[in-house]
């Protein structure tokens, strides 16, 4: 397992910039961060920081879409699972149980993690960078895996409750594949040729996180973008007492294109 978060500014980590950043730092912060999460898929800003300087960069990095806070907490969790009509008990950020590998929401393309308190013992971010797709499947593979539904799930604004909107795991975008994939939100059942490919592509993503899983491990103050339609992110299980809590920022920016020149 590769257990980086020490190289250089993507995939790389970085020091952060100063607190708050003055808007020629901010905006050049922001061109470093909107080029390694396009080339290498995640950044690690090292060194700590107020959540001010979280959210100065938050912002300008796209739009707000969401913002939560990521701890163990059984009581929000209960409440959590009485509000769904989806699975109910589906997997949630207040748990302690470990989280598999998955991305976000669809419209979720960077995903923010600011760290208040660590886990004692653990509580790394584990990733999984999914960008070599093209080198893996053919483009017929492709193709099929493109026609697997994921479901996306939304609140309807005037109810409240969930709604299903069927999405594919894969999507073209600007000369790339975007992912979206979290295993309790598959189907029950698929077409053939589909239920194949989707069995394939899971042994891939299991040889991947025995062979390439990376984990960060952030301090109070530090914080970790994501490329959220390439890099999959999960976590091994915490103590139920667990203090760990990180604030989790959704930006949508448009389409993080891969930089080819990286």
């Known amino acids: 397992m590769n257990t980086s978060g020490d190289h250089a500014f993507a995939g790389d980590s970085t020091a952060a910039p100063e607190v708050v950043p003055n808007e020629e730092a901010l905006s050049c912060t922001i061109e470093q961060i909107h080029q390694t999460l396009a080339s290498r898929g995640w ?6 920081k107020p959540t001010d300087w979280f959210d100065a960069i938050s912002a300008r990095l796209g739009e707000g879409m969401f913002r939560a806070d990521v701890i163990v907490d059984p009581g929000k969790k209960f409440s959590q699972e009485q509000k769904r009509s989806f699975r109910p008990q589906r997997p949630s950020s207040y748990q ?3 989280l598999q590998f998955h991305t976000d929401a669809r419209e979720w393309n960077i995903l923010g993690f600011y760290c208040v308190e660590q886990d004692r013992v ?4 584990r990733l999984l960078d999914v960008g070599d797709l093209e080198q893996v499947f053919s483009l017929q593979e492709l193709e099929c895996l493109a026609k697997v539904e994921v479901c996306h799930l939304r ?3 005037q109810t409240g409750s969930e709604k299903i909107y069927p999405t594919p795991l894969l999507t073209r975008a600007a000369n790339v594949w975007l992912v979206f994939y979290a ?3 598959m ?10 490919m989707l069995e394939r ?3 891939w993503l ?3 996180e025995e062979t390439c899983a990376i984990e960060v491990r952030l301090k109070p103050g530090e914080a970790l973008f994501l490329n959220n339609n390439r890099v999959m992110h999960a976590r091994k299980p915490i103590e139920p007492s667990s203090r760990r809590h990180l604030i989790r920022t959704s930006i949508n920016t448009g389409v993080l294109g891969r930089d080819v020149s990286a």
């Open 43 to 48: 950044v690690h800003l090292q060194g700590a």
């Open 96 to 98: 302690h149980d470990g």
């Open 122 to 125: 653990n509580g790394s971010s």
């Open 155 to 157: 609140r309807d604004p």
């Open 183 to 185: 295993p309790w939100l």
């Open 187 to 196: 189907r029950d059942t698929y077409e053939p040729e589909q239920h194949v």
């Open 201 to 203: 592509f899971r042994s």
């Open 206 to 208: 299991q040889h991947k």
